[in-house]
């Protein structure tokens, strides 16, 4: 009785969170239109309230529809990682002259055609169905499916090309602004964001108790790791838990008083996440599989946030075996306790374009984006800053691995940064920005 009142509650919050979204106003946003004059989009030059209105409802559903193609892009990872629908060996991005010569990425391709016809109870497959036919593919029909899947990989692979250029030539900031939006994610960055809080505190920015309200933007899906592209558990979304457990094994929160709003604009994640808070309204569990593959040297640091992660918001139970191709790797599991999931509210939100209209004392006191402001332009990472700062309480922080644009006249400003490593290979690391808003 007392979950499903407390389940009551945080449906009445959320709904009042969703009556408090609106676009971001011409007034509000003036500032940044005046200060990219020179380079705005044609539909904003001599920007007004009426061209503003029309330019960003058209832009929202611009950005909302590269949900599309990222899905093609988890497609494509799927194809050449995924074990849940072949025993063929798997293929990395190397490997792959060879495995064309081979006969191996044909077989593979037969192989995802044949699941994709018969998904049965895959969810990868009966998503991936849907997602072809939005396409105007018919997955009944292998040769075409067969043809669609290799040009989508044959596009990712020219995209790749053009992205580790841009990176070459210093545009990482906004390396992904025009490639799909995809909801591939990792359990690493979480340790990033662990490590900076742990910084952040014994440096003495943040104390004990200084989070009650927190907010995740872009936690994305696992519906193919994107650091070892598995598949063989059910998808689950990781950052709003982490960020949780975090937070509480820091001191940084108090259990039971938490509350995590997390904002995305894919239907899947939203979907996922009130899925996940129904079921534990009936006091069901959250389970979380934590692979950890051999292939890659984790730091002691890593390791030691896979080893713990969950250890105050669940308990360790027996995680789902790895198929064969999969030998070597060392998994865990977490199931997480029902007040923990109700904890974390979701909220359909464009955070370039949108906000929620929040009173001072409901505002964040700690906001968190890894790997989700590389996929816009600096523009667009500006506008999407302000609505930040105006979400933030006086003081508030927002992390992010994303080198972020500082506007003058902007609210936020970095106050520090902490340098991650999650590997003993090259450039394997974030640096997190420490983004806090003026507290006057």
């Avoid at 992904?176 to 960055?189: A, M």
């Avoid at 064969?324 to 599991?333: E, S």
Wanted: proline share 6%; glycine share 8%; hydrophobic share 40%.
């Amino acid at each position: 009785m007392r979950t499903r009142f407390f389940l009551a509650i945080l449906l009445l919050a959320t709904a009042a969170f969703a009556a408090g979204r609106v676009f971001t106003s011409y007034t509000a946003v003036k500032p940044v239109l005046d200060a990219f004059a020179g380079q705005l989009p044609p539909a904003l030059k001599n920007a007004d309230q009426a061209k503003w209105n029309a330019w960003s409802r058209q832009e929202d559903r611009t950005i909302r529809a590269r949900l599309d193609q990222g899905d093609l892009d988890s497609m494509v990872n799927l194809l050449l990682f995924g074990t849940s629908f072949t025993g063929k060996p798997r293929i990395q991005i190397p490997e792959l002259a060879e495995a064309s010569k081979s006969g191996l990425l044909r077989a593979r391709v037969d192989d995802l055609v044949k699941g994709l016809r018969a998904p049965g109870g895959n969810e990868r497959l009966v998503f991936l169905r849907k997602a072809l036919r939005g396409q105007g593919v018919d997955p009944d029909i292998a040769d075409k499916t067969g043809s669609f899947i290799l040009q989508n990989l044959q596009r990712v692979l020219k995209e790749n090309v053009n992205f580790a250029q841009r990176t070459a030539d210093g545009n990482r900031a906004e390396v992904f602004r025009d490639r799909g939006v995809s909801l591939d994610t990792n359990i690493l960055p979480n340790s990033g964001i662990e490590t900076t809080l742990r910084d952040m505190q014994d440096r003495r920015t943040l104390r004990a108790g200084a989070v009650r309200r927190a907010a995740v933007i872009g936690p994305g899906l696992d519906f193919t790791d994107w650091d070892g592209g598995y598949d063989y558990y059910p998808q689950q979304t990781l950052q709003p838990f982490a960020l949780y457990d975090s937070l509480l094994r820091l001191t940084l929160a108090k259990s039971g008083s938490l509350e995590i709003t997390v904002f995305d604009i894919s239907p899947r994640v939203l979907d996922h996440l009130r899925g996940a808070r129904d079921r534990a309204g009936k006091g069901e569990n959250y389970v979380l599989q934590l692979p950890r593959g051999s292939g890659r040297r984790w730091t002691a640091g890593a390791i030691e946030f896979w080893r713990t992660f969950g250890d105050r918001s669940g308990e360790a139970v027996s995680p789902i075996q790895p198929p064969v191709p999969l030998g070597g790797m060392q998994t865990r599991a977490v199931r997480l306790r029902p007040d923990v999931v109700l904890a974390c509210q979701p909220v359909d939100l464009n955070i370039v374009l949108e906000r929620l209209d929040l009173p001072v004392e409901e505002r964040f006191d700690l906001i968190v984006a890894t790997n989700m402001f590389v996929y816009y332009d600096t523009f667009e990472q500006t506008l999407a800053l302000s609505n930040v700062a105006a979400m933030l309480k006086p003081g508030g922080f927002l992390l992010s691995n994303d080198k972020l644009p500082e506007d003058p006249r902007g609210a936020l400003r970095r106050a520090g940064f902490t340098t991650v490593w999650y590997s003993e290979e090259p450039k394997a690391g974030d640096s997190v920005g420490w983004y806090q808003k003026s507290p006057n």
